[in-house]
């Protein structure tokens, strides 16, 4: 995984889509559309750079967090602004849907 990626979990959620704009990615690692979602987000993030943070949360490891956001099928990502959720995808994304959702957010 990159490390330009944040990998989540029930201590570091909530602080870290508290302020700005951040992408976060419910998936896990038997999930073959997840699996091809990674590097989609791999680019992103490089991307977009300081503009927002892009996270992952295994919900095998962290079950709670997808309990908390409703998360039926994976991937989902969920977009925050100041820990507002302000866009959620099902689903696997092109880059250009997600880059475009984050300049919106980041307006």
């Known amino acids: 995984m990159s490390r330009s990626i944040l ?29 091809m979602q990674t590097p989609i987000l791999e680019e992103v993030a490089v991307r977009v750079g300081g503009k927002a943070i892009i996270a992952k949360v295994n919900v095998d490891e962290w079950p709670e967090l997808a309990r908390q956001f409703g998360i039926q099928g994976i991937p989902t990502l969920l977009l925050f602004k100041d820990g507002k959720l302000v866009n959620e995808f099902v689903g696997t994304q092109s880059g250009r849907v997600l880059m475009s959702a984050i300049e919106a957010a980041a307006k």
């Open 7 to 35: 990998q989540l979990d029930n201590e570091t959620f909530d602080a870290t889509i508290k302020q700005g704009v951040v992408l976060v990615d419910f998936w896990a690692p038997w999930c073959g559309p997840c699996l």
